[in-house]
């Protein structure tokens, strides 16, 4: 088996979602990103970003 030390190769995305009243929150699946952004009343927008 290889070894993955320090994560080498393993990439992972959050999903940052920023409100219109400039509040950023990250998720770690697209769909709570979206979930939130729905209970927020929809005018946010969300971005995959590297942590």
Not at 25 to 46: F, H, K, L, M, V
């Amino acid at each position: 088996m290889a070894c993955n030390c320090g994560r080498a190769g393993r990439s992972t995305l959050v999903y940052r979602l920023v409100l219109p009243n400039g509040v950023t929150r990250d998720y770690p699946t697209r769909q709570e990103a979206d979930a939130a952004n729905r209970r927020a009343g929809g005018g946010g927008s969300i971005t995959a970003v590297r942590p």
